[in-house]
């Protein structure tokens, strides 16, 4: 079996319209969302054995604060396809994962996100900031996941707790 968790970076700042959008931080919300939504994930005992992540400041900046929570210190994969990319990009990036990864952690942006959960498990509500999609996949390998071996799990995000 495998397990995907779809995450949403976290809420990011607008207010300097100069920076390009790449570089948009997180707000004080986001960081704070961030971590909150880590410890729900690790209260699931669910965390992840390989993270991917869109290189953007306020994708990056939502995997380093969540990653406290997990204790992870192994490499972070960057993928520059995953800002700004479509469903096929996205799934492409996961069916390439080595088979040894049992949970993978995707962190990117919408509305690649949002098609990718509907792609894969029919998932058809908008992905809100640092809200999280959890797939289970009944496959040995990345390359074999579909629509057709998926089951949702559950769809986390802050506002639903707070």
């Given at each position: 079996m495998?397990?995907?968790c779809i995450i949403r970076h976290s809420k990011s700042s607008w207010k300097d319209i100069a920076l390009d959008d790449f570089d948009r931080p997180?707000?004080?919300?986001?960081?704070?969302?961030?971590l909150f939504m880590a410890k729900k994930l690790s209260d699931m005992d669910i965390s992840p054995n390989i993270i991917i992540s869109s290189p953007s400041k306020r994708a990056e900046s939502t995997?380093?604060?969540?990653?406290t929570q997990w204790q992870y210190d192994k490499e972070i994969v960057y993928n520059k396809k995953i800002y700004d990319s479509n469903m096929i990009?996205?799934?492409?990036i996961?069916?390439?994962?080595?088979?040894?990864?049992?949970?993978a952690f995707l962190v990117g942006h919408n509305p690649g996100l949002?098609?990718?959960a509907e792609d894969l498990c029919d998932f058809l509500k908008n992905i809100?900031?640092?809200?999280?999609v959890i797939i289970n996949f009944d496959c040995d390998k990345w390359d074999e996941i579909s629509n057709q071996n998926s089951k949702f799990i559950k769809y986390i995000y802050p506002k639903k707790y707070k």
């Open positions: 495998k397990t995907l997180l707000t004080q919300k986001g960081k704070d969302d961030a995997v380093n604060i969540m990653k990009n996205l799934k492409n996961i069916k390439n994962l080595n088979s040894n990864f049992e949970t949002n098609m990718l809100a900031t640092t809200g999280i």
